[in-house]
């Protein structure tokens, strides 16, 4: 059984940064596409960013710029380098492979925390 293990978060205050990680255990994520997600307080989870095999990006618009995602497939790892971190930044971030048809191949981890204080 695959597990996802995200870590990295903490509490920073507003400009700071973190980089967050992702693992899975029990699987490689070289064959995939890796995301990742965040889910705050009363929202919905929500696509932050995602790399695909060949290294190609995407980020939603609130981070562009600010959030780098990044791949090591011999540590099978991904990262999420967050910078000029904001208030609402703040959530609990997950990572996972999403499927073509909306759905993710893995079960969710526990996420990670991130809180950005003013």
């Known amino acids: 059984q695959v597990h996802l293990v995200e870590s990295g978060g903490g509490l920073v205050q507003a400009g700071g940064s973190l980089r967050l990680s992702c693992t899975a255990s029990g699987s490689t994520f070289s064959g995939n596409t890796i995301g990742w997600y965040r889910q705050a307080p009363g929202k919905q989870r929500e696509i932050v960013a995602r790399i695909s095999i060949g290294g190609s990006t995407y980020y939603t618009n609130s981070v562009k710029g600010r959030f780098t995602i990044s791949r090591d497939s011999a540590e099978n790892t991904v990262y999420l380098q967050m910078n000029s971190l904001k208030p609402e930044d703040t959530a609990v971030y997950y990572c996972?492979?999403?499927?073509?048809?909306?759905?993710?191949?893995?079960?969710w981890g526990q996420g990670t925390q991130v809180t950005v204080s003013t």
């Open positions: 996972n492979a999403p499927r073509l048809d909306g759905g993710y191949y893995y079960s």
